[in-house]
């Protein structure tokens, strides 16, 4: 499987952004899509995840952040709305055989795309 994160950029605080992952590959391997984050020195935080039918969020996000899918397209998009400085970081999309919140079950990652989020 392989995945490829875009449109990541420099917006203002309060902007959206829409976030979108295309997959490709062996994608009947693919159940759960996730996003990660990892700001500048910390770890790599759960975002939002989807499989069929299901979605889950990072409680801090899930007011502000909304997973979904287009199946034709082997495409997984974040949208994220109310954008604030804190949310700066690389985004990455990540594939699992599993349905989780948890990094270590997801065995492809794409390259990450950096969001900036201006005061």
């Known amino acids: 499987v392989q995945l490829q994160a875009s449109g990541g950029g420099l917006v203002q605080a309060g902007d959206s952004l829409r976030l979108s992952c295309a997959a490709s590959?062996?994608?009947?391997?693919?159940?759960?899509m996730g996003w990660f984050r990892q700001a500048p020195g910390k770890e790599r935080m759960f975002v939002a995840a989807?499989?069929?039918?299901?979605?889950m969020y990072s409680n801090s996000l899930k007011d502000r952040f909304t997973i979904s899918k287009d199946n034709a397209k082997n495409t997984v998009y974040l949208q994220m709305n109310s954008l604030k400085p804190e949310d700066t970081a690389v985004y990455y999309c990540?594939?699992?055989?599993?349905?989780?919140?948890?990094?270590?079950?997801?065995?492809?990652w794409g390259q990450g795309t950096l969001v900036t989020v201006s005061s």
């Open positions: 990540a594939s699992s055989s599993c349905y989780t919140r948890s990094p270590s079950l997801y065995a492809f």
């Open positions: 590959g062996r994608t009947f391997s693919m159940y759960g």
């Open positions: 989807i499989s069929d039918g299901s979605t």
